[in-house]
């Protein structure tokens, strides 16, 4: 994907509401509107009144100014406002795609590449984009508008239209910083990306370096040590020193485009009319003003380039899945292939899986530690991804089943549980509608306790057995559940199978436990990658 169309990607995924866009952008345009009518207002006041001396001759221009002077500091505010207002609604669109999308990653996929502040730094680049509206595009957009609308001015408002030809030039010198400013976003969005590759290298270079120079000097060798550092850094000053020679470039489009406009206000004016004369010569200086917020916008959606492309990397772009849990229907597992590692470390460790629990059955796996019984049931509850085979449920496939609706029907429970601190009711319902009475659950468990009970520290008995109570507050017609009594006492597993027998829910469970293996209706047993009837 080009840099651009990124950027223009992040804008559509903002989809800030229309009525806030529209408020943000003609706030804009008429702070900028009103500072320019201030300049030329008051100088062009001064040649009124030395032509037509005389209070009346300058009364209604004078009343005018006032207004524009007293109203610019609440309109300047305002447009602050909108598009501050415009911003957080981007960066709460972002941040809700980001959630979803991660949220959407398998297991596998977070083992592999998700970093414990893999969540922070994202959110941190949601901030960042925000940048794209607060300082790009509601700031060029009302410039662009309000130098089109002061060019039209020029050419309209004198008598005769003979000011025409300087309107038309006065657009050219802007069409030219804009074409500037753009021309120079792949420049400086490459030369920002060579800066970023460079300093994550002489990062790498330097966290290297110090756990090995210590090493290094004892061997007589610090002088390797040195010279990596400095190469690392001498990169990185030439890639800075080239994006700051591109930026140097971008910025000659204000006084350029600026020059211009005065020479074409110097060589096409009419030889009379001096108000307007004046008038065109500020409005020609307000182009500096212009291309400077256009540069500013340009700097800015560099200095994001780097966030969404990284937000990019996270994304994943297949469909969501639309289907219905078929109610009553049979868990069926065809010939699945579960592959650990990824290039020429992967390996089969569940090589061909095949069995089938019907409605209301219990069924124990069974196998010796790290024969990849975890691994297949996340496969089964549609958390990881497997190389070949079929889950599905009454002949619809466990991925093509609307997460909301497979995660209400289908409760897992790992073997390392994770909860959150806080209120009871929190801790089991948030986001969810529950259908059974918690409390009575967790009551029945030993753990008793009222919806407005807050948790702090748990041990890891308490945990396992809140979890089966969270993942049984659905009413789920499937429980997977992986080592839920590894640390629980007998008195309390043999509570915790009861719960799950008044459920009348179907039971999918790995386990070393002989009492729930004897619990169980049927038990498999999976030994080198291969299930097995017991």
Sequence with gaps: MSDLRRLLTWLERARPPRRALASALIAGLIATLSGVALSVGALALLVESARRPGLAAVAGVLIVIELLAFLRSPIRFYERMSAHRLGLSAVTRWRRWLVETIGRWSYRRWRTQAAGDLLERSLRDTDELQDLWLRGVVPAISS?????????IIGFLPAHGTWWPVAGLLAVAQLVAVGMVLGGYPALVNADKLV?????RYRAVLVELAGATPELAALGRADYAARLAHDGDAELERAELARDRTARLVRLAAPLATTLALTGVAIAHPTSAPLWLVVSALVALSTFEHAVTWRGALESAVAVSGAAERLDEL?????????????????????????????EDASAI?????FEITRGRRVALVGVSGSGKSALLRAIAGLDEYADGSVAVGGVEIADIDEADLRRHLAYVGADVGLTAGFVRDVIAVGRATSRDY?????????????DTRW??????ERQRIAVVRALATSPE????????????????TALLALLERTETSVLVATHDAHVVAWCDDVIELANGVLVSR
């Design 478 to 493: 499937l429980v997977v559940l992986d080592e839920p009594t590894s640390g629980l006492g007998a008195e309390e597993t």
């Design 439 to 451: 409390v009575a659950d967790l009551a029945s468990l030993g753990l008793s306790v009222t919806a």
């Design 315 to 343: 994304a994943d772009e297949r469909p969501r899945s639309r289907g219905s849990w078929p109610d009553g229907a049979t868990l069926e597992v065809r010939a699945v292939r579960v592959v650990e590692g990824t290039g």
């Design 196 to 200: 970023r590759a460079q300093r994550g």
């Design 456 to 461: 702090g520290e748990l041990s890891r008995g």
């Design 350 to 354: 569940v090589r061909h899986a095949s």
């Design 144 to 152: 662009l508008a309000a130098s089109i609308l002061t060019d039209l």
